[in-house]
């Protein structure tokens, strides 16, 4: 199992464009989420899903926008990038409640700068 | 008053003491603590996960949940330099399956 994949490792984005980040996850997880991390801050949820067709969210939703058209997909979208986007962007999966672990594991994380 | 709350430190101890690292949590949160590992430039990784009242330990790892007090913590032995990271102590909402983390405490081992 490869686990959790983001692409790409890192972008730099001149204000007012657009892009998508993309997370494959290969465990069969239902549950999706999308995280933003600033320098020396926890961990803020700005989106997640329980399943293809449902998302619904977070925290900082603002700025972005999900789709979740199967299990294993659930690209952000950036439509109007601005300098308060740059931040470090985590995906993470986990299994439905009831099936056991609640862990939630991490992708490796997208470095994004917005200039 | 923060879902969950955590001191930023930095905490400072030599090598092999024991570093103890806590985290309080409000009504809003569930019965679920997590501890994250995250290196710099890294994603969070599990170390534990605690939901019973009382301590859990796996090798050098203690958490201790203490409901009544509202406090989770985490116990490293022996601590050792490559422990030197940021730990994220992260607990589920009460209501929507997600889970909310504090802003994290910086561990620093000294040799």
């Known amino acids: 199992n490869a686990g959790v994949t983001q692409t790409p490792k890192f972008r730099i984005l001149k204000i007012g464009q657009s892009m998508t980040l993309q997370c494959t996850q290969d465990m069969n997880h239902n549950y999706m989420y999308w995280y933003r991390q600033d320098p020396g801050m926890g961990l803020k949820l700005i989106y997640y899903?329980?399943?293809?067709?449902?998302?619904d969210k977070g925290e900082v939703p603002n700025g972005y926008n999900v789709s979740r058209s199967t299990t294993e997909d659930f690209p952000l979208r950036l439509e109007l990038a601005a300098p308060s986007q740059t931040s470090v962007y985590f995906c993470?999966?986990?299994?439905?409640?009831?099936?056991?672990?609640?862990?939630?594991?991490f992708g490796p994380g997208t470095r994004l700068l917005v200039l | 008053q923060k879902e969950v709350e955590q001191n930023s430190g930095p905490l400072s101890v030599p090598e092999g003491a024991i570093a103890s690292l806590n985290c309080t949590y409000s009504?809003?949160?569930?019965?679920?603590f997590f501890w994250y590992r995250q290196y710099s430039g890294k994603s969070p990784e599990l170390i534990m996960s605690i939901y019973s009242n009382g301590d859990k330990e796996d090798g050098r790892f203690t958490a201790q949940l203490n409901k009544a007090s509202q406090y989770v913590s985490l116990l490293i032995r022996d601590s050792q330099p490559s422990d030197s990271a940021t730990y994220l102590c992260a607990a589920n909402m009460e209501y929507g399956n997600k889970l909310v983390f504090g802003a994290g405490t910086i561990l620093r081992v000294k040799s």
């Open positions: 899903s329980v399943g293809a067709g449902i998302t």
């Open positions: 993470a999966s986990r299994e439905a409640p009831g099936q056991g672990q609640e862990t939630q594991y």
């Open positions: 009504d809003r949160v569930s019965q679920s």
